[in-house]
């Protein structure tokens, strides 16, 4: 049994208390997990309190009001951030206002839990918690250790899939047996449903196989002069079925070769991601820009989309493991998390940069610049 520890700072003492009382005896046990894990709870009334404690007590979650007595919980973010602490950090509080949601989550924090929370909506958050910490921990892993982390990366694999499986079965012994009628209409929902699952049971293992591909370090890359606008028709001619069933009209925009020395294997998953990116989460009958070219010595990557765009605060999250951006608008929208990483861990290993620029309605700018005769500003 491993534990981590939780810190609570909360001038109030019900609710200090409630949490101790709720999670005393919760355990997070996962398949893919050795073990499972339990939680030591700690408790803070003030944000200079809770500072003392994160100093000498290392939490490795912390659950914080932002109105506290003296310094505020903002502020408390705010010394994590510049200690460098690895602390997931959730706000609990009945006073955050979209400023403030923007404000936190730029400086760390994961998550909002709403006063008055139900036992059951703070287990979720920390069984949430929990699994991003193991998920981190193993993929940070990766690259330094054997048989035993592709092992367990296998597992949580297995375990990921285990839901749409699920469903696709449910969804096929309704329809053996029946369940609408017999007429085959009545079934077009479940078909749907199931074949949109095995779309997302495909990206799953293919953004794993992507992730296990550049953490390993061990597949040989195949360095050549490519024609970077050939591969990105290959990418854009891929995608454009995805586009039609979506109304996303997609432009390349540059006329003749850009040749590069890469991997064009690596260039075309950095390509797909982007542009698969940029159509899923697009409006109907948006529209996506491509554009290749040269500047200031380096290649420059231009993705523009007309789609939902992202806050400022989603924006400080999308190049995390694992991490989706999760709203009204993308809830019924799918994926792994793992695209963005993998195109910035790809980007990486060319000395290359990636840039982002979006606002809510008003889409996104992905900007990828790679050296050729020098270090790209």
């Given at each position: ?242 586009a039609i069933q979506r109304d996303v009209t997609m432009n390349l925009q540059n006329d003749g070769p850009v040749l590069y020395n890469c991997d064009a294997e690596e260039m075309e998953i950095i390509f797909n991601n982007l542009i698969s990116n940029a159509i899923k989460y697009n409006k109907e ?93």
């Open positions: 049994m491993s534990t981590l520890k939780i810190l609570v700072v909360d001038d109030e003492p019900g609710i200090r208390s409630g949490v101790s009382r709720i999670l005393r005896n919760f355990r997070v046990d996962y398949p893919f997990m050795d073990e499972a894990v339990e939680f030591e709870v700690m408790e803070a009334a003030t944000g200079e309190a809770g500072i003392e404690i994160i100093d000498t007590g290392e939490p490795d979650i912390l659950l914080l009001d932002n109105k506290l007595p003296g310094i505020q919980g903002i502020e408390v973010l705010e010394y994590i951030k510049k200690k460098q602490k690895n602390i997931i950090v959730v706000m609990i509080t009945s006073y955050a206002s979209l400023e403030l949601a923007v404000k936190a989550t730029s400086d760390g924090a994961y998550d909002f839990i709403p006063k008055p929370f139900t036992p059951q909506e703070l287990k979720s958050s920390v069984e949430n918690i929990t699994k991003r910490v193991f998920l981190k921990k193993m993929t940070n892993k990766l690259q330094d250790t054997g048989k035993q982390i592709r092992f367990t990366f296998l597992s949580v694999l297995s375990h990921e899939l285990k839901a749409p499986l699920n469903a696709i079965e449910g969804y096929l012994k309704m329809i053996r047996d029946r369940q609408n009628g017999t007429r085959l209409e009545d079934y077009d929902i479940m078909i749907d449903r199931s074949l949109d699952r095995i779309q997302g049971m495909r990206n799953l293992i293919l953004d794993l196989l992507d992730l296990t591909r550049v953490e390993s370090g061990k597949v040989k890359r195949n360095i050549a002069q490519v024609d970077l606008t050939t591969i990105a028709r290959t990418a854009m001619d891929t995608m454009r079925p995805y009958g948006g529209r996506v820009d491509f554009t290749l070219g040269r500047e200031n010595g380096c290649l420059f990557i231009r993705v523009v989309d007309t789609g939902i765009g992202m806050s400022q605060a989603e924006l400080e999250k999308i190049f995390d493991d694992f991490v989706r951006i999760k709203n009204e608008k993308t809830k019924n929208i799918s994926g792994s998390g793992l695209g963005l990483p993998i195109v910035r861990k790809m980007i990486d290993n060319y000395a290359g940069k990636i840039e982002v620029t979006s606002a809510p309605d008003q889409g996104s700018t992905f900007i990828v610049r790679l050296p050729i005769d020098k270090p790209c500003s």
